[in-house]
């Protein structure tokens, strides 16, 4: 049973690009969560999906966007990428109360 | 607004010795709360969660946690410490109408020394 899943493993964009980011949830989760973790830090919460609808949002402004899929995969859209957008980006799938993360995608803006 | 705590950024060890990892939270509402473990380049990896019953709950690795409702503390503990358990450990916390967005402390570092 293979667990969640992201890809790419790392990225590297400039200044003003745009990214997409892709995570596979584990098997029979429905909900899938992404964390934003800057180097030192611990996650913090950018969005949650379930139902193909986002569910809840954490304090990240509207250049971060998220798509969830009829088959629960969900991607991270960043716009305008910043200096301060390079961290490792973490997806996270649940059926209930446990979240089971992903390797995540090391994004680092130039 | 839900917060987590956790105030040593690193804790040292020796191999055999008993560690722990101390966390506190601030939620409103009945608490659900979780340790995580990081390897270096890795994703998080769960250990162990309280949501209610027992105050002490096991986990993975010979992990153990004690909820303290008073003290409104989740410390995470192992009766004896392996080199392999050196890692970033995060506590982390559910509460109130925040369902499904975890809050995470900062992070402590583990070292065991062999």
């Known amino acids: 049973d293979a667990g969640v899943t992201q890809s790419p493993t790392h990225l590297i964009k400039t200044r003003g690009q745009q990214v997409t980011l892709r995570c596979s949830p584990k098997s029979g989760h429905d909900t899938v969560s992404w964390y934003q973790q800057a180097l030192g830090q611990g996650p913090q919460f950018i969005f949650q999906y379930y139902e193909e609808e986002e569910r809840q949002r954490g304090n990240f402004p509207d250049r971060f966007s998220g798509h969830q899929f009829p088959n629960y995969s969900s991607e991270l859209n960043v716009n305008a990428l910043l200096l301060g957008d390079s961290a490792l980006y973490l997806c996270a799938s649940s059926l209930g109360l446990e979240q089971y993360f992903g390797p995540g995608t090391r994004l680092t803006v130039t | 607004a839900q917060s987590v705590a956790q105030p040593e950024d690193q804790v040292n060890v020796a191999e055999g010795n008993p560690l722990t990892v101390k966390c506190t939270y601030s939620?409103?509402?009945?608490?659900?709360l979780f340790w995580y473990v990081q390897y270096p380049n890795r994703g998080l990896q769960f250990l162990l969660k309280y949501i209610t019953g027992d105050n002490l709950v096991k986990g993975s690795y010979g992990f153990e946690a004690e909820f303290n409702k008073s003290q409104t503390s989740f410390h995470l503990k192992k009766p004896s410490a392996l080199v392999s358990d050196s890692a970033l450990y995060f506590c982390a916390v559910y509460g109130g109408t925040s369902y499904g967005k975890l809050t995470f402390g900062q992070g402590t570092i583990l070292t065991v020394h062999p």
């Open positions: 939620v409103s509402g009945n608490p659900y």
